[in-house]
């Protein structure tokens, strides 16, 4: 089933639309939410709150692309859970994660979509593998480890190239006059 079929299960409030959402990026948001909280349990019930987000937003909203924004709305809902569960359980690898960019990208709101345009645009200007490398470890939350065995690299190697992308992408802010 197209996305834009089960948009139009959505619009027409047929309960089906989950079922096939789930058939079609189940897997999908559970890896983007396990990354992101470590633990199966707490990442099913992030899913679980994503086909409700889905659910209760469709309509009024007609995403272009139901996969970024259910990927929009995985990633959301778990960095949610992650700070709400962060007193009793501590994930330090996410934390690293916030920890490194927030060297060099400070995030207010009100700036945030200018923010988000910047960064998109620094990832346009990379290599295929330097932009894999960077969305799969700030957006996708994945660990060095996990990131050398999907580019043939070592950790090492993957940790060298994250701390330079990092300092690419503070320079590029930087010269575009966004205060770091």
């Known amino acids: 089933m197209t996305d834009s079929d089960m948009i139009r299960l959505y ?4 309960e089906q639309a989950i079922a096939e959402t789930q058939k079609k990026y189940g897997k999908y ?8 909280v470590g633990c199966e349990q707490d990442a099913e019930e992030c899913v679980s709150d994503v086909y409700l ?19 929009v709305l ?10 709400s569960l962060r007193a009793a359980k501590r994930n330090r690898e996410l934390e690293v994660i916030f920890d490194e960019l927030s060297a060099c990208v400070a995030v207010q709101e009100e ?9 998109n645009e620094f990832l346009g200007q990379l290599s295929e593998r330097d932009c894999r490398l960077f969305v799969r470890r700030y957006w996708y939350a994945m660990m060095p480890a996990e990131l050398a065995g999907k580019e043939g690299m070592t950790v090492n190697a993957v940790t060298v190239r994250l701390y330079k ?4 992408l503070r320079k590029f802010l930087e010269e575009r006059g966004y205060q770091v």
């Open 53 to 71: 987000k889905v659910w209760n937003s469709i309509p009024p909203e007609r995403p272009h692309s139901l996969k970024a924004y259910i990927a």
């Open 165 to 168: 992308l990092r300092n690419q």
């Open 11 to 14: 619009f027409a409030r047929d």
């Open 111 to 119: 700036d945030a979509s200018e923010l988000t345009a910047l960064i």
């Open 74 to 83: 995985t990633r959301r809902i778990a960095i949610n859970r992650y700070h």
């Open 29 to 36: 948001c559970m890896t983007i939410a396990r990354d992101i």
